[in-house]
């Protein structure tokens, strides 16, 4: 019995996943309308969307994440955290007490009064998250007022400190609150922004989505006429610079990358501007994009040598780039591509794999590994499928693949933990992806596992991580092999 | 609101969690949002527990608010019943449950399913993890065992002539530190003076075990954060008594011996107790026909003999243990550990106590009185920059503390070892470590003297100063592994990799100039020490559980006194106050005819000194009057 024969309900009807209320969202090529995905209710096994912050605070590097929340929260973050918490990180929890549940009033106070001791202690902050949570959720704490409050304070602290303002005191400020702060900064005013991290709202790498798409009101307009290519989602600085020099010898260009790595140096978005998503659970984001005028392109993700050449081949396409060109261009890093992959092929050629619902990643990698890799996907279980922004990768799916009538697998989205560890131990796959509270259980039950963070956190993307990220799936499957017990 | 970086205490429910975890045969559904399920990585990665958890989660949405939560409570309460078929059912809430209001408990109760289901009432806005843990074994214990409780007054049943004396074991847990070897620990201890163990709880036991407490003779609170309310209640209800002393040390274990010998009304255990103590000590006798005026060495294995003989109090009486005589010494931890420690530090090792402090305000007042002790102000705080300041400012030669400790101890360039949760996954050993018993004082020696260098290696490099092979300045690599150190690895293939790699490009982050001038900046990209475990690091699998001490050796910074002295260069903070004194070459010069391995200690005492006194420019007298003031 293989998993995706497990009995699945019918399509659920406009489905919003972990979404919450959107705006109607334009429709989805019929392809992937058609594409069957399976919906299951039951407990999820899965982060909420503040562990998007470990890796957010990495790469915008001048940004602070300061989530509004309960001890929950502080302690969720310095487990998925690990080291990087004893490294003076750039987040940090402000903890509510009961004081602040009896009356939001307090709430607010207590909060601009962390704002400022957190800003006197780190001047070098020029982006300020707030972020909602679960508790900031359910008692109404409205963090995007809390925002504009204190950009508001911030503003008019730094009108009165301009030299030659008439307000200009004589002495130094000495006061302490938002006003000492807004003055001694080195950049003028930090700027303070809110989205929602919380597991109420967003699962786990949802919590990117609306980081971003709190960032887009500020992003810089593209001046009218002008075009630009605005690659979304979080990519390693190095896949970054990969990408970065294969758009130049293309010749497609400007580029800018959201998030982009300083807080201040934010990408311009415009009419002109054409989306390229490097990451599929970014479905808000390209929507509020949208709104300012720039252009989603359909493409696969750049996951895989065939899917970082669709990912080029949708900008290339949308820059009237020449095949031949594109294929030029493209030849040696893909012909090193497959080099590098073919020493792991052999190995995990005909293997079975199972992906339970995790990053929302499990779709792309599991196309991948089938495709590139021979490999025989039972499921894909997801957090949640975008149809419009996994249109490409369908569309890769849908196409005949040599020596297989169905190019496809099994997609289920959402999912109740215990019967899918049902399935799996029925199954028995010969490598099951999950999250780090269930891989010691299934290894101790003689299941070979592979942890699903290590894919959000490790460069998997682009020809030169393709081997890389075989290598990840191939690893367990090595050591199980190799140790004698 | 209270700002936190680092919480040492997880919430409320966290404590609830680790003791159904601990037990077998309990299920905890716990209604929360999604994402609450993150504690499950804890207790699988941080302990490599084979097996899940046993606990579910309603883990709620947005869209599940807008109708009853209520029903998702039953729906899951049934569902755990029917699948893990629990002899109790407990149901807590976390924190934003809580503030829903939903009452699942009531809600679960109202089912009617065939399993007691005990409602917890875990106040996550006020109270945290481990006052949890002990409020949900205390809940337990009494809702098992109040139907069965003796009419107030009524004596207790006699013991079975030819019955052993029986004690419970009460408080190891998990996630607790070194539970698991420390119940091995005591239970031999406990054997070797003829005293049975009847039950262990809440570590491996099941509902129907706790039932049977009352049978016992006696309980021993082996950890009071955990066990002391239960325990008490025993004894108001049951008419047990209960041994108060924690045996952590070799004087902490004999006092314990003496009381089990005295609640256990047993003059065979008194008299065994009591030859366990007698061999515990620098003189042994060694079996029959020696004298027993000669003090000599202890063997562990005497003839005839199964109990085991601590090596722990000839190590200290050894000469080069005089290393130790009068070193710093700053504790910092939970209650039960840290006051032990304080006591092995002052009495057993001939160390001396600098600072003591717990994150547990619940157990403020015995630690304030074993400070007052010492002579000190103990610290009571949950705040880690506190503890660091505190630390910092007690210029202290070794810290044993939490997880957070070893790590501001690395920054700081101090020998540290890890005494108290919370810690990670390389303080729970493959290998028996206890801390508990004979056993686990000599496992405390190893583990806390290990960090520090030898005494005679000391007066040997003292010989080579000045010589060319050990050279004046850093290595470029200063790679070299110090004693008994593994270098860990910086990047990899596996999670530790994870964490390097996300660290990688990152710039390191500068602390602010109200640290001592000589601590290092902490490079997230060189990776020191060994990476705790967390979703995005895995430490690698180590020899040395503990302790976890920079070895100097991924100081790749080379910016920090590492432990082994090596020069603080001087950080880019030094020179940006204006207050910073400045060094006469004189006094630089007459700095390099310390030895390098204590250099970056004196260095960083005398600009301490002479910052404290306003003195502009250190001279080679101040460098002299520093070390006056400071002593060794």
């Known amino acids: 019995m293989t998993l995706a024969s497990v009995p699945v309900p019918a399509l659920a009807e406009g489905r919003q996943g972990g979404e919450g209320l959107l705006e109607a969202s334009p429709q989805p090529e019929a392809a992937a309308r058609d594409f069957p995905v399976a919906c299951e209710g039951g407990q999820r096994q899965a982060f909420c969307g503040l562990a998007g912050i470990v890796w957010l605070h990495r790469k915008l590097q001048d940004a602070f994440f300061l989530v509004v929340g309960s001890r929950t929260c502080a302690h969720m973050l310095q487990s998925a955290a690990g080291v990087m918490i004893f490294a003076a990180p750039r987040f940090a929890t402000a903890i509510l007490e009961e004081r602040d549940l009896a009356g939001l009033a307090d709430a607010n106070a207590e909060l601009d009064r962390v704002v400022t001791r957190l800003l006197e202690r780190r001047p070098d902050i020029a982006t300020l998250f707030l972020v909602g949570t679960c508790p900031s959720e359910v008692i109404k704490l409205d963090l995007h007022k809390a925002a504009e409050r204190l950009n508001q304070a911030f503003q008019t602290q730094a009108d009165a400190n301009r030299p030659g303002s008439p307000n200009q005191p004589s002495q130094p400020i000495q006061s302490q609150g938002l006003s000492a702060t807004a003055a001694t900064h080195p950049t003028g005013r930090p700027r303070v922004l809110a989205y929602s991290g919380s597991g109420l709202e967003t699962t786990f790498t949802q919590g990117e989505d609306t980081c971003l798409e709190a960032l887009v009101p500020d992003l810089p307009a593209l001046p009218a006429g002008e075009s630009s290519l605005l690659v979304v989602g979080t990519l390693a600085d190095v896949v970054e610079d990969q990408f970065c020099r294969l758009f130049a010898e293309l010749g497609i260009g400007p580029v800018h990358f959201f998030p982009p790595r300083s807080a201040r140096a934010l990408p311009p978005v415009g009419p002109g501007t054409r989306l390229l998503l490097a990451q599929p659970f970014l479905g808000r984001t390209a929507r509020s994009l949208e709104a300012r005028g720039a252009r989603l392109l359909t493409a696969t993700f750049p996951i895989g040598i065939e899917g970082t050449r669709g990912w080029f081949d949708a900008a290339a396409r949308a820059w009237g780039l020449a095949e031949e060109r594109v294929a030029a261009v493209l030849a040696k890093p893909m012909e090193r591509a497959r080099g590098a992959l073919a020493r792991y092929q052999e190995q995990l050629r005909g293997k079975r794999v199972a992906f339970l619902p995790d990053s929302q990643l499990e779709a792309p990698i599991a196309r991948f590994l089938q495709q590139e890799c021979g490999m025989e996907i039972l499921v894909a279980g997801v957090p949640y499928f975008d149809r419009r922004l996994m249109a490409g990768e369908i569309d890769l799916l849908s196409r005949p693949q040599a020596g297989n009538t169905d190019g496809s697998f099994a997609v289920v989205e959402g999912g109740d933990v215990d019967r899918q560890l049902d399935a799996v131990r029925t199954a028995r796959p010969d490598l099951t992806v999950c999250g780090l509270g269930l891989a010691n259980p299934l290894e101790a039950e003689g299941l070979t596992t592979k942890w699903s963070i290590e894919l959000v956190f490790s460069p998997i993307q682009g020809f030169e991580q393709a081997a890389d990220l075989a290598e990840l799936f191939a690893r367990p499957l090595t050591r199980r092999a190799r140790l004698r017990f | ?632």
Not at chain 2, 258 to 280: F, H, I, W
Not at chain 2, 467 to 478: I, M
Request: proline content about 8%.
């Open chain 2, 1 to 632: 609101m209270e700002l936190a970086v680092w919480t040492y205490e997880g919430p409320t429910h966290m404590g609830a969690l680790r003791v159904a975890t601990a037990m077998r045969g309990v299920h905890c559904l716990l209604h929360a949002p999604q994402g609450d399920s993150y504690a499950d990585l804890l207790f699988t990665m941080i302990e490599r527990r084979p097996g899940r958890p046993p606990v579910s989660y309603t883990s709620f949405q947005q869209r599940d608010l807008g109708r009853s939560t209520a029903d998702l409570i039953k729906e899951a309460a049934r569902a755990a019943y029917e699948r893990f078929h629990p002899e109790v059912l407990m149901i807590g809430e976390s924190c934003t449950a809580e503030l829903l209001q939903d009452q699942a408990g009531a809600l679960a109760r109202g089912l009617g399913l065939p399993v007691p289901v005990l409602p917890l009432d875990l106040p996550s806005w006020s109270r945290k993890e481990t006052w949890g843990a002990g409020e949900t074994f205390h809940r337990l214990v009494r809702a098992l065992l109040k139907p069965r409780a003796p009419a107030p007054g009524a004596p207790r049943p006699a013991r079975a002539s030819g019955q052993a004396p029986r004690a419970n074991l009460l408080g190891p847990i998990a996630l607790g530190f070194r539970c698991r070897d420390d119940v091995t620990a005591v239970s031999r201890l406990l054997a070797a003076i003829g005293v049975e163990v009847h039950i262990v709880a809440p570590l491996g036991a099941r509902p129907a075990n706790l039932l049977r407490l009352p049978e016992a003779d006696f309980n021993v609170c082996l950890y009071p954060e955990i066990a002391e309310s239960t325990c008490a209640w025993l004894e108001r209800t049951f008419r047990q008594p209960w041994v108060k002393t924690v045996p952590i040390g070799i004087g902490a274990t004999r006092d314990f011996l003496a009381e089990v010998g005295k609640l256990a009304a047993s003059q065979d255990v008194v008299e065994a107790a009591a030859r366990l103590m007698a061999k515990s000590g620098l003189s042994v006798p060694v079996g029959l026909g020696s004298s027993g005026d000669q003090p000599r060495p202890p063997q562990t294995h005497l003839p005839g003999m199964e109990v085991y003989a601590p090596r722990l109090p000839w190590y200290s009486q050894s000469v080069d243990a005089t290393y130790l005589t009068g070193k710093r010494v700053f504790i910092f931890g939970d209650a039960t550990h840290a006051l032990a420690a304080a006591r092995i530090v002052d009495q057993e090792l001939g160390m001396r106590v600098v600072g003591l402090g717990t994150y547990l305000r619940e157990q403020a007042r015995p630690v304030r009185e074993a400070a007052q002790a010492y002579g000190l102000e103990a610290l009571i705080t949950a705040d880690y920059l506190e503890v660091e300041a505190a630390i910092a400012a007690s210029h202290p030669e070794l810290v044993l503390g939490t997880q957070m400790e070893r790590h501001v101890a690395k920054r700081l360039g101090i020998p540290c070892a890890v005494i108290s949760s919370p810690a990670h996954v390389q303080d729970f050993p493959a290998r028996y470590a206890p801390q508990m018993g004979f056993e686990g004082a000599d496992v405390i020696f190893d583990t806390w003297i290990g960090p520090l260098m030898m005494g005679l290696e000391e007066h040997l490099l003292t010989m080579f100063r000045g010589d060319f092979e050990f050279g004046e300045e850093p290595r470029a690599d200063a790679s070299a592994p110090a004693t008994g150190g593994y270098a860990w690895e910086t990047s990899g293939t596996g999670p530790t990799g994870m964490a390097a790699a996300a660290q990688s490009g990152a710039l390191p982050e500068s602390r602010t100039s109200t640290q001592s001038s000589a601590d290092a900046s902490f490079a997230p990209g060189s990776a020191v020490g060994p990476v705790p475990a967390g979703v995005a690091g895995q430490p690698p699998a180590a020899g040395t559980a503990t302790p976890a001490v920079s070895t100097g050796s991924t100081s790749a910074t080379a910016e920090g006194g590492d432990k082994t002295g090596q020069p603080v260069a001087r950080s880019e903070v030094a020179g940006d106050t204006p207050a910073e004194p400045v060094w006469d070459p004189l006094a630089e010069n007459e700095l390099k005819k310390i030895p390098f391995f204590v250099r970056g200690k004196a260095r960083r005492n005398t600009e301490c000194f002479a910052r404290e006194r306003g003195i502009a420019t250190i001279t080679v007298e101040t460098l002299y009057d520093a070390k006056a003031h400071f002593g060794r």
